[in-house]
């Protein structure tokens, strides 16, 4: 992919905001469950699907059935780790109680991170030395998503007054880092 043009009829599978995201930018998205996705893929049922992280597409084989990987942080920064507690359970535990869980949790979630990190930089190097191509997504490709991304944010912001919070208060974060570290997000 190299164009906006190489997105127009592309039969590729995600989920969620990506979806509507793509298909504005000519795509044709598909919903599948990662457990078919292998075999869609080689049967040219699909051309191209996201995913999880490179361990995870590692990991379900992927690389045996891909050419190209592209990489961006515009769809998903990072994989993100769920904890949950019984709501019953947690309101018997006592406060000092809570405080431990709660420090666990985020302990967990940023060591998490850490080894995400680190197992997609080895299976990165994994699927180029099996001979897929790995490169960064197209800036033509990732500016529009992002200029379409806004425009559906701000959709839902108008809609849903805690939603327009937090994605503002998202947005001033991204200007202040772009700002600070113009090479970074």
């Known amino acids: 992919m190299e164009t906006l043009d190489d997105i127009k009829g592309l039969k590729i599978r995600t989920t969620g905001d990506d979806g509507e995201i793509l298909s504005k930018m000519g795509a044709s998205v598909v919903s599948l469950s990662p457990g078919e996705l292998y075999e869609a893929v080689q049967r040219g049922v699909i051309d191209a699907y996201q995913l999880g992280p490179p361990t995870t597409d590692w990991e379900q084989g992927m690389q045996e059935i891909g050419a190209n990987v592209y990489l961006s942080p515009v769809r998903q920064p990072c994989d993100y780790t769920l904890y949950t507690a019984n709501?019953?359970?947690?309101?018997?535990?006592?406060?000092?109680?809570k405080v431990l869980v709660e420090v666990a949790f985020k302990e967990e979630g940023i060591a998490a991170l850490s080894e995400f990190a680190v197992s997609d930089l080895v299976y990165l190097q994994k699927m180029k030395d099996f001979g897929l191509s790995v490169s960064p997504a197209p800036e033509v490709i990732?500016?529009?998503?992002?200029?379409?991304?806004?425009?559906l944010y701000r959709k839902y912001s108008a809609e849903d007054a805690f939603y327009a919070e937090v994605y503002d208060s998202i947005s001033a974060f991204r200007s202040s880092f772009r700002n600070t570290f113009p090479q970074g997000l």
Request: a negative charge; charged letters at 50%; aromatic letters at 4%.
């Open 87 to 97: 709501k019953d359970s947690w309101a018997e535990l006592p406060d000092d109680l």
């Open 142 to 151: 990732v500016s529009k998503m992002e200029e379409l991304a806004d425009e």
